[in-house]
């Protein structure tokens, strides 16, 4: 290095860094403006739930016969170029409520437009999670 120059940081990591900071900031940003209380939470597992038994079928039975379920209904995705994911929902044993979460997401990337979408993960064993 020659005396009177400097190193600077190259531009991919000046970039995901940036991408870093801004993917806490929203997770953080997100979970402050938008949560939900309990019974807001509990109110959309349970809708959730029921458009899941009306469109999969044997989804009550499935439902049945695990141990856990968790339930994240609505979560919201959208993006230009930078996008984010947000979600909260309710893991149900023995069909009812033990903890509540929520689901973030960050990406980089040619991506514009939004959607909405459910998610209903069933664990099948004790040994699937933990609580």
């Known amino acids: 290095m020659k ?3 400097t190193e600077t940081c190259p531009t991919s990591i000046k970039k995901t860094s940036l991408f870093i ?3 806490v900031v929203l997770s953080f940003a997100a979970e402050n403006l938008w949560a939900q209380t ?3 939470i509990d109110a959309s597992v349970y809708a959730c739930l029921s458009r899941f038994y009306n469109q999969i079928k044997g989804g009550r039975e499935m439902v049945a016969m695990a141990e856990g379920v968790l339930v994240i209904p609505s979560v919201v995705k959208g993006g230009l170029i930078v996008g984010g994911e947000y979600g909260e929902g ?3 044993v023995g069909g009812k409520t033990v903890s509540y979460y ?3 997401s960050g990406s980089v ?3 514009i437009g939004g959607e909405a979408k459910d998610f209903v993960i069933l664990f099948m064993k004790d040994e699937s999670f933990v609580l």
């Open 102 to 104: 929520n689901f973030v």
């Open 21 to 23: 900071v801004f993917t």
């Open 3 to 5: 005396a009177g120059k």
């Open 109 to 111: 990337g040619f991506q």
């Open 38 to 40: 309990a019974e807001e």
């Open 90 to 92: 309710a893991l149900r």
